[in-house]
């Protein structure tokens, strides 16, 4: 049989995971399904490329980070745009089904930790909120203990004659990226002088930003549909997100500005 697009997509399986669990059915959990679904599958590509862009930097391939770069910076922008769509739903609608999703939260997104992780946000603790029976805690983890794409940048930078302090390259990966002086004097020193290196840096700071306006985004959502209610994943709501909003991944880039 000729390989066709149904069968090469996988069509029959993809099209069988959206199953709504409220009877009478509300029309929009359909939505809430969909949306979330395709969110992990933008989450699985982000890791992707994430890979592909460490290798690249780690190689001192410029061409190929910057290539990876755009591509990373403009699924981002689609994943903040496509929260426009889940703002249609209704705080009422919402509640319809609700309870439906008993303690299932976004909270629990394995690949969203190891979205997080990669780009140095690192935090022990909250891997526990993973189901352990799921087995996708050990994803997480392994994140965890990975070099993060800020030490991949670094080996770039060592590799365009940046002098990197030893404490960066000596670090302990399990820990969360922390802005460095001694690094952010070099990075100024190569605006002025390595301009073909501006254009990945610009890159990294569209894709930084764009990271903490989906935190930002989420938020809003999040309090015009249920407000100050707690969430299905048990924490505070939207009190609790606000802790990881304004956080940049790439704190260096940002603090150097005012100084240019
Ligand atoms: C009506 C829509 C939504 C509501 C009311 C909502 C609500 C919440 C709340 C209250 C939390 C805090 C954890 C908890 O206690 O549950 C949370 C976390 C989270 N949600 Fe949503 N969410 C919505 C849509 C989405 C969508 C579309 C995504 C896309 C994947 C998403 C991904 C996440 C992630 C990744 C977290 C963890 C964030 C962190 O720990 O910083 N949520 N959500």
């Known amino acids: 049989m000729p390989l066709t697009y149904s069968t090469y997509l996988r069509l029959p399986d993809l099209l069988e995971l959206q199953r709504p669990r409220s009877t009478p059915a509300e029309h929009d959990e359909m939505l809430f399904i969909v949306i979330h679904q395709v969110y992990e599958l933008w989450f699985k590509l982000v890791l992707h ?6 290798r690249d ?13 755009k591509r990373l910076r403009t699924i981002l922008k689609t994943l903040v745009g496509q929260l426009d769509i889940l703002e249609t739903m209704t705080p009422l609608s919402f509640a319809s089904f609700r309870e439906r999703l008993d303690t299932a939260s976004g909270f629990q997104s394995f690949q969203f930790r190891e979205v997080e992780f990669a780009y140095g946000y690192k935090r022990a603790g909250v891997t526990t909120s993973i189901p352990e029976h799921e087995g996708h805690r050990e994803a997480a983890e392994a994140r965890l203990g990975s070099r993060s794409v800020m030490d991949h940048f670094c080996d ?5 004659g940046v002098k990197v ?9 399990r820990e969360p990226t922390s802005p460095n002086e001694a690094l952010q004097d070099e990075l100024l020193r190569v605006y002025h002088e ?4 501006v254009i990945l840096f610009e890159l990294m700071t569209d894709f930084d930003e764009g990271f903490q306006e989906w935190r930002y985004r989420h938020i809003k959502l999040v309090e015009r549909t249920i407000g100050a209610k707690r969430g ?13 909003l304004w956080k940049p991944l790439f704190p260096d880039l940002w603090a150097i500005r005012h100084r240019m």
């Open 232 to 244: 299905t994943g048990g924490s505070p709501g939207v009190e609790f997100l606000k802790q990881s």
């Open 165 to 173: 302090p030893a404490e960066l390259l000596a670090r302990d990966v």
């Open 49 to 54: 490329e994430t890979d592909k862009v460490n």
């Open 57 to 69: 930097l780690s190689a001192n391939d410029l061409y190929g980070a910057i290539a990876t770069w």
């Open 194 to 197: 390595q301009p073909e290196l």
């Open 156 to 160: 770039f930078l060592a590799r365009r």
